[in-house]
T-cell receptor, first 109, second 118 residues
Framework: DAKTTQPPSMDCAEGRAANLPCNHSTISGNEYVYWYRQIHSQGPQYIIHGLKNNETNEMASLIITEDRKSSTLILPHATLRDTAVYYCIGTFGNEKLTFGTGTRLTIIP | GAGVSQSPSNKVTEKGKDVELRCDPISGHTALYWYRQSLGQGLEFLIYFQGNSAPDKSGLPSDRFSAERTGGSVSTLTIQRTQQEDSAVYLC????????????????FGSGTRLTVV
């Protein structure tokens, strides 16, 4: 799996867009970028993933740079329930996921 | 079932006893993974099943830990002679196993078993 780097923590005001960055400069051409989040005391939850193109689903948008060395997860209208640890993972998709330390996102009322 | 089911949700055991943790994955998910998470720590990979075989056992911390999967479905993680350092939340996840390059939808995690060794 590609090594990823994320800021340890971020704050975002409720109702604003939360933009979580991830660097993955060593990612291979066939490795996907996956995002998960873990709300306190729960198992991690899949959010979104992408390969080259930007992706959007009901939870979030994923913006991947053209060189694929970094990406940004966007939560368009953050709510208090979005407070969690967010993990960015590079993976071929068919083996174990290696979770790093992630970004602890706190949504401020 | 609709999600990944783990049982028990909580387990308190005495040091030295054996424990069995159960995971019932989503129907049709051929891949199954065990992780553990100690208090305040990240997720630590333990073992991965593809069907009934375990191609990656690299995360099992010692020979006191073992896991099996039968019928391509339910998996059991067994910890023998439990130690206090085994206290953690044990998480199970399942996923569709997609061919290389194909799209899949990631892991679905269960709610975990909180193991406390006293």
């Amino acid at each position: 799996d590609a090594k990823t780097t994320q800021p340890p923590s971020m704050d975002c005001a409720e109702g604003r867009a939360a933009n979580l960055p991830c660097n993955h400069s060593t990612i291979s051409g066939n490795e996907y970028v996956y995002w998960y989040r873990q709300i306190h005391s729960q198992g991690p939850q899949y959010i979104i993933h992408g390969l080259k193109n930007n992706e959007t689903n009901e939870m979030a948008s994923l913006i991947i740079t053209e060189d694929r060395k970094s990406s940004t997860l966007i939560l368009p209208h953050a709510t208090l329930r979005d407070t969690a640890v967010y993990y960015c993972i590079g993976t071929f998709g068919n083996e174990k996921l290696t979770f790093g330390t992630g970004t602890r996102l706190t949504i401020i009322p | 079932g609709a999600g990944v089911s783990q049982s028990p949700s909580n387990k308190v055991t005495e040091k030295g006893k054996d424990v069995e943790l159960r995971c019932d994955p989503i129907s049709g998910h051929t891949a199954l993974y065990w992780y553990r998470q100690s208090l305040g720590q990240g997720l630590e990979f333990l073992i991965y099943f593809q069907g009934n075989s375990a191609p990656d056992k690299s995360g099992l911390p010692s020979d006191r830990f073992s896991a099996e999967r039968t019928g391509g479905s339910v998996s059991t993680l067994t910890i023998q002679r439990t130690q206090q350092e085994d206290s953690a939340v044990y998480l199970c996840a399942s996923s569709k196993l997609a061919p290389w390059g194909a799209r899949d939808y990631g892991y679905t995690f269960g709610s975990g078993t909180r193991l406390t060794v006293v």
